[in-house]
C-alpha cells in the first residue's frame, strides 16, 4: 500500500505542470497574461492623493507633471496594509499597477501606489537630485516618501500591519526599503514580496539598450517595422470591422505579420527607449546640466519639444549613466567613481541582508530578460530557499498568470513558501 501510494505521488508530481502559455521570453513579455489565464477581480476604484513637498517646480513646459502624485485603494475596515511599487518607468496607475492593485484589494489588502524611480513626476517633484538609477540614494527616497504617503492617507486607512511588494524596477527597490526599514525600524514590514527584480541597474540598463541597439541599424529601419505594426493594425481593424486590442488579437497579428524574435526583441526594446528618452530629457532639464537643453534658455508653458527630442535622439540608459547620472551625483560626492556607483546601485550592495532577512520572498523567470545568467545564479545563490523561479515568462509576461497569483497571494497571506 505505502509503495501504491509513493508511485501516485511520485506521478502526481512528475505530470505537474506549469501552464503559461508562452514559452518564448519575447513573446511573453509583449503579451503578458491572457484574460483566461488570469485570477477574476473586480475592477475596483482608487483615489488620486497629492503631496505638496517643497522640492522645486516643474519648469513651465512640464506644469502638468507639478505636484507629487500616488494612489489608494482603502479597505473600509481594518485591514492590512501593503505598499505597491512600479516598474522601470511606470506611474502609479500603469496598467499593470492597477491590475496588480485590485488583485491585491481583493485579496483583503489595502494598497499605496507608488510609481518607480524612473516616473517623470517623481523625478520632477520627489527626488532631490532629479538623477534616478542609484539604487542607494533612490531607495531612501521612496522610503521616506513611503512614510509621508502613509502619513497623508492615515486618517484614511486602518491598517494592523504593513507589507511591501513590486515588480520590475519596483522588485529591487522593495528589497532595498526592506533593508532600510530593517534599521530604522519605521515599518516593521511583516512580509516583503519581490517580482521580476533586478539584480544591478547597471547590467540591466545595457541589456535593455542591447534588445535595440542589437538588432536594428539605422533609424530606417526602425521606422519600416514601425510602419509594418502600424499597417498591420489598421488593416485587421478593416477587415474585423473592430479597433479593440486584446491579447488574442495581438497574437494574431505577430502570426500574420510573421514577427519574429529579433522583431520582438526590437519592439521591447523601444518600449524601454522611450523611457530612456524621456529620463534623458527630463534629468537633463531638471539638473542643469546642459546636455540637451539650454539651462539658461526661458521656457514657456506650450514650449516646442521638437528641439530638445532632436537633441536626445535614441539616447539610451547608457547614454544618460554617463552623461548625466554619474555626472550629477560626482558633483554631490568628489570621491564617486563609476565603479562604486554601478556597485552600490546592485542588490550586492546590501547583500548581509538579503541572506539573512527571514521575512522576503523573490519571484522571477528562468528565462527573465533583464537579468544575467550571474545575476540569476547571484539570486539562486543567495535568497536559497526564499526564492521561486518559474520555467519561463519571460520580464513580467506571467505576473498575473494563476498560478503566480496564488503563489504571491499564499506568501503575503500565511509565509508559506
Known amino acids: 500500500m505505502k509503495k501504491i501510494i509513493l508511485i501516485y505521488i511520485i506521478i502526481s508530481l512528475w505530470s505537474y505542470g506549469y501552464d503559461y502559455p508562452y514559452t518564448d521570453p519575447y513573446l511573453a513579455t509583449v503579451l503578458g497574461t491572457p484574460t483566461k489565464n488570469m485570477v477574476p477581480f473586480k475592477n475596483t476604484d482608487f483615489k488620486e492623493i497629492r503631496l505638496n513637498l517643497k522640492n522645486e517646480k516643474a519648469p513651465p513646459n512640464l506644469w502638468y507633471l507639478d505636484g507629487f502624485r500616488f494612489g489608494l485603494m482603502a479597505q473600509d475596515q481594518k485591514a492590512p496594509l501593503i505598499f505597491l511599487l512600479a516598474g522601470t518607468g511606470s506611474k502609479y496607475n500603469s496598467r499593470k499597477m492597477l491590475t496588480m492593485s485590485r488583485i491585491l484589494y481583493q485579496n483583503g489588502f489595502s494598497v499605496i501606489m507608488l510609481p518607480t524611480s524612473f516616473d517623470y513626476n517623481f523625478i520632477i517633484s520627489a527626488s532631490k537630485t532629479h538623477a534616478p538609477g542609484f539604487l542607494e540614494k533612490d531607495s531612501n527616497e521612496i522610503y521616506d516618501i513611503m512614510g509621508l504617503a502613509l502619513n497623508k492617507v492615515k486618517d484614511k486607512i486602518q491598517y494592523k500591519e504593513t507589507y511591501v511588494t513590486g515588480y520590475s524596477l519596483g522588485g529591487t527597490i522593495a528589497l532595498a526599503v526592506g533593508e532600510i526599514d530593517s534599521r530604522k525600524k519605521h515599518f516593521n514590514f511583516e512580509r516583503i514580496l519581490s517580482i521580476n527584480p533586478t539584480v544591478s541597474l547597471y547590467d540591466s540598463a545595457k541589456l535593455l539598450d542591447h534588445l535595440l541597439d542589437d538588432n536594428i541599424k539605422t533609424e530606417e529601419e526602425l521606422d519600416q517595422l514601425?510602419?509594418?505594426?502600424?499597417?498591420?493594425?489598421?488593416?485587421?481593424?478593416?477587415?474585423?470591422?473592430?479597433?479593440?486590442?486584446?491579447?488574442?488579437?495581438?497574437?494574431?497579428?505577430?502570426?500574420?505579420?510573421?514577427?519574429?524574435?529579433?522583431?520582438?526583441?526590437?519592439?521591447?526594446?523601444?518600449?524601454?527607449?522611450?523611457?530612456?528618452?524621456?529620463?534623458?530629457?527630463?534629468?537633463?532639464?531638471?539638473t542643469k546640466t546642459g546636455i540637451y537643453t539650454d539651462p539658461d534658455k526661458k521656457l514657456t508653458k506650450f514650449q516646442s519639444m521638437s528641439e530638445y527630442y532632436s537633441a536626445v535622439n535614441y539616447s539610451n540608459f547608457q547614454n544618460?549613466?554617463?552623461?548625466?547620472?554619474?555626472?550629477?551625483?560626482?558633483?554631490?560626492?568628489?570621491?564617486?567613481?563609476?565603479?562604486?556607483?554601478?556597485?552600490?546601485?546592485?542588490?550586492?550592495?546590501?547583500?548581509p541582508y538579503l541572506k539573512s532577512a527571514k521575512n522576503i520572498m523573490v519571484i522571477t523567470n528562468k528565462d527573465e530578460l533583464i537579468l544575467t545568467p550571474d545575476n540569476l545564479k547571484y539570486l539562486k545563490d543567495t535568497m536559497e530557499n526564499r526564492i521561486k523561479i518559474y520555467p519561463y515568462g519571460g520580464h513580467c509576461g506571467n505576473i498575473f498568470y494563476k498560478d503566480n497569483i496564488t503563489f504571491m497571494m499564499d506568501y503575503l497571506k500565511r509565509g508559506e513558501l
Open 320 to 351: 544618460y549613466i554617463d552623461r548625466i547620472g554619474f555626472e550629477t551625483y560626482k558633483r554631490l560626492d568628489k570621491t564617486l567613481t563609476m565603479e562604486k556607483m554601478i556597485k552600490y546601485s546592485s542588490l550586492k550592495s546590501i547583500e
Open 226 to 286: 514601425l510602419q509594418k505594426i502600424i499597417l498591420g493594425i489598421m488593416q485587421y481593424s478593416q477587415e474585423n470591422g473592430k479597433m479593440k486590442i486584446d491579447e488574442a488579437t495581438i497574437y494574431s497579428l505577430f502570426k500574420k505579420l510573421n514577427m519574429n524574435d529579433d522583431e520582438l526583441k526590437i519592439l521591447i526594446g523601444i518600449t524601454f527607449r522611450f523611457v530612456a528618452i524621456d529620463v534623458n530629457y527630463i534629468s537633463d532639464l531638471m
